[in-house]
């Protein structure tokens, strides 16, 4: 079975400064996909970015990059230019590709930001 | 943009009563999933349908779940004896043949 690990429950970044979210995961397969979600106080659930693991460049969209190690199994995402908008639980999310697959979810990290 | 929605956005219930949380994935979607979140923790899968019929289901859907898409556009989720330990926001998503899932804002569920 598939296993999200997030090892940072919090973290914490100045306004306009850069933080970089960590999460690992382990699989025995070689075609998945990997998402960052979002989650504000109002609880709902959005995406903030996406990584096909067959495509070595690592995603960008907007401030949210990702750094991608697939030997490693890392996923990493980088928030620049932090913004107090920001401050939210990211869950880091894996899925096999294949029909109907599940969303595996890491434990999340809380991220706070600071003016 | 089409949106995943969900009512009701909280529902409050006494323990042993059935509840049906609604969801309305987006139009052209073809796998409808429903995840459960507990407070503090992580989300979990709870059961994946598509083509009207279950995929997959996880430990945690067992006889008192059921899933159910009676029209076009509605996808449900009926707890038929409400236990305490099924309060939870539960979370209603869908996806189109890629693999990106879009979640609802989810419907809080307390059971007293």
């Known amino acids: 079975a598939q296993t999200v690990t997030q090892s940072q429950p919090e973290m914490s970044v100045q306004e306009a400064e850069t933080v970089t979210l960590s999460c690992t995961y382990d699989?025995?397969?070689?075609?998945?996909?990997l998402f960052w979600y979002k989650q504000p106080p109002s609880r709902q659930m959005i995406l903030v970015i996406r990584q096909e693991a067959y495509k070595q460049q690592n995603a960008t969209e907007n401030r949210f990059s990702v750094n991608f190690q697939k030997a490693a199994k890392s996923f990493s995402l980088k928030i620049s230019d932090s913004q107090l908008g920001d401050a939210a639980m990211y869950f880091c999310a894996y899925v096999n590709t294949g029909t109907a697959s599940k969303l595996t979810f890491g434990t999340g990290t809380r991220l706070q930001v600071t003016l | 943009e089409p949106e995943v929605t969900q009512t009701p956005s909280h529902q409050v219930t006494q323990m042993g009563q059935e509840v049906i949380l609604r969801c309305v994935p987006i139009?052209?979607?073809?796998?409808f999933y429903w995840y459960r979140q507990i407070l503090g923790q992580k989300v979990e899968f709870l059961v994946s349908?598509?083509?009207?019929?279950?995929?997959?289901k996880s430990e945690i859907f067992d006889d008192q779940f059921s899933v159910e898409r009676p029209d076009g556009s509605n996808f449900t989720l009926k707890i038929r004896s409400t236990k305490l330990e099924d309060s939870a926001m539960y979370f209603c998503a869908s996806r189109t043949d890629t693999d990106t899932q879009y979640f609802g804002p989810g419907t809080r569920l307390t059971v007293l």
């Open positions: 139009s052209n979607h073809l796998y």
């Open positions: 699989t025995s397969e070689s075609d998945y996909y």
């Open positions: 349908f598509y083509n009207n019929e279950i995929s997959e």
